[in-house]
């Protein structure tokens, strides 16, 4: 198979005004009698005098032949876009044409289908721009996804691509595990959600990241897989050395697929980030992973949301968190866990002098004040700690309202007090001056602190401050009146 993706015979027309005008105006004009399933992967015809003619089986160079180089990105591109919408004919999409130098483009629900997915990876062979790719509900189709991993194979910038919900099916499966089983790409993140992969599917991926230690982040959310694809992708998990992010949450694993995707973590020292939530674990799910947590130091982050997991099953899980020195965030949400089981959770992090626990979620039980003591024990000796829960019983409006009183302004009050800026007050709070820290120091800094703030407020302080990288950024206060 040839890997060039060209337009055949194109050469860029440096006599229109502007992309935007060619796609509104342009007249359409048939191709060179050409069936276009057959000219798509074909070498661009020669136009210069003179080139050397390649031998028919040598794979071209994906740089496009362009006489006037510096015309690249301002007419060559979306010249060749529009020759590539002839070609497989289909009306070129302006967003495209207009962001063609961005890093990001985002095309989700743009109605591209396979011909139109087509045009795109023509023009995205030699496009140096784009870093994350954004094709997600496009209905390309296991033909769409062809187009696409013939273009990776020649695109080296392009490191995320979004291509959920596309129905890709068992072939789509199929060109993905090919492709990703070479190790050719630049490509970093695969988010694959919705796209009715089932367990024939998930042997295919086992196959693929089995050999594939480049994808960092991959994405299986909202699939069909059961206990036998739960199988297929723990083998997946025993050998994989390059995933550091996996979502498998919205699938259909129960006990079976629970153990073997467990059996597979016993054995992967890489993955940090494992999502398995609304899923159907049970006891004997959260059993295995609990023996899991006892020996793995690599996750950081867990969430096991609405998966049946009772007091049963959160007995085994804390006993492996008394162990586990690597855990930072634990979701447990809606899960039939009641405030003995939440006790248990909270005296496992006690236990443990090693802990680098930083956020519970048990955010649908409903707490009494003895646990609220027993838990401001645990965050004397775990201060980066924070569990959210549901309420506590028995307490007050008057209480609550106590509980949720602006934090920000009660660090105003301590700056006015000792004379110093709201600024000053956090770079007091980490050692080395900077402007930012992450969650769990900033929360064990803001406890230890002399400013009476409770953990409600620390954690409304943290949603204010927090970035989705997990740190928080107190700079943008520069700017604000002091």
């Given at each position: 198979?040839?890997?060039?993706?060209?337009?055949?015979?194109?050469?860029?027309?440096?006599?229109?005004?502007?992309?935007?005008?060619?796609?509104?105006?342009?007249?359409?004009?048939?191709?060179?009698?050409?069936n276009s399933d057959e000219t798509f992967y074909c070498e661009a015809e020669a136009s210069v005098a003179?080139?050397?003619?390649?031998?028919?089986?040598?794979?071209?160079?994906?740089?496009?032949?362009?006489?006037?180089?510096?015309?690249?990105?301002?007419?060559?591109?979306?010249?060749?876009?529009?020759?590539?919408?002839?070609?497989?004919?289909?009306?070129?999409?302006?967003?495209?044409?207009?962001?063609?130098?961005?890093?990001?483009?985002?095309?989700?629900?743009?109605?591209?289908?396979?011909?139109?997915?087509?045009?795109?990876?023509?023009?995205?062979?030699?496009?140096?721009?784009?870093?994350?790719?954004?094709?997600?509900?496009?209905?390309?189709?296991?033909?769409?996804?062809?187009?696409?991993?013939?273009?990776?194979?020649?695109?080296?910038?392009?490191?995320?691509?979004?291509?959920?919900?596309?129905?890709?099916?068992?072939?789509?499966?199929?060109?993905?595990?090919?492709?990703?089983?070479?190790n050719t790409s630049s490509l970093l993140n695969l988010q694959l959600s919705g796209n009715n992969f089932k367990d024939e599917a998930a042997e295919l991926f086992c196959q693929a990241f089995s050999a594939n230690y480049r994808i960092k982040t991959l994405d299986l959310s909202h699939n069909e897989f059961s206990d036998k694809g739960g199988e297929h992708l723990g083998q997946m998990l025993a050998l994989n050395i390059g995933l550091q992010s996996l979502d498998l949450s919205w699938n259909h694993f129960h006990t079976r697929g629970a153990v073997a995707l467990c059996n597979g973590l016993r054995a992967n020292v890489t993955l940090q980030k494992l999502d398995l939530s609304m899923n159907g674990f049970g006891n004997e799910g959260a059993t295995a992973l609990g023996e899991v947590l006892r020996l793995n130091n690599s996750l950081v982050y867990i969430d096991i949301s609405s998966n049946d997991i009772s007091n049963e099953g959160v007995i085994k899980i804390s006993k492996g968190l008394e162990f586990n020195e690597s855990l930072k965030v634990l979701k447990l949400f809606l899960n039939p866990v009641s405030m003995d089981g939440a006790t248990l959770l909270i005296l496992s992090i006690k236990r443990n002098p090693k802990s680098k626990m930083e956020e519970i979620d048990i955010s649908n039980v409903l707490v009494s004040e003895q646990f609220v003591k027993i838990l401001d024990g645990v965050c004397a000796i775990h201060p980066q700690l924070d569990v959210t829960y549901k309420a506590v019983q028995g307490f007050s409006a008057k209480k609550e309202l106590l509980l949720w009183t602006n934090p920000m302004k009660l660090i105003q009050s301590y700056a006015d007090q000792h004379q110093i800026t709201v600024i000053d007050f956090f770079k007091s709070l980490n050692p080395n001056g900077r402007m930012m820290m992450s969650v769990g120091d900033f929360r064990k800094a803001m406890i230890q602190d002399k400013v009476p703030m409770n953990p409600y407020q620390v954690r409304e302080l943290i949603k204010k401050l927090a970035e989705k990288t997990g740190m928080v950024n107190f700079s943008f206060l520069k700017t604000e009146k002091r």
């Open positions: 198979m040839v890997s060039g993706l060209r337009a055949p015979g194109f050469q860029p027309d440096t006599g229109r005004e502007s992309g935007e005008a060619a796609v509104k105006d342009e007249p359409e004009t048939e191709p060179a009698a050409q003179g080139e050397k003619e390649k031998p028919g089986g040598e794979s071209s160079e994906t740089d496009l032949e362009i006489e006037d180089t510096e015309k690249l990105f301002t007419t060559g591109q979306r010249e060749l876009y529009l020759e590539a919408c002839k070609l497989v004919g289909v009306v070129p999409v302006s967003y495209f044409i207009r962001n063609m130098e961005e890093s990001y483009m985002n095309l989700n629900h743009h109605g591209l289908g396979p011909s139109g997915t087509k045009a795109i990876a023509i023009a995205l062979v030699s496009n140096t721009s784009i870093v994350t790719l954004e094709l997600a509900d496009n209905c390309i189709m296991e033909e769409g996804t062809l187009s696409l991993v013939q273009m990776l194979q020649e695109n080296y910038y392009l490191q995320d691509l979004n291509i959920s919900n596309n129905d890709l099916g068992l072939k789509g499966a199929s060109t993905i595990s090919e492709f990703l089983q070479r």
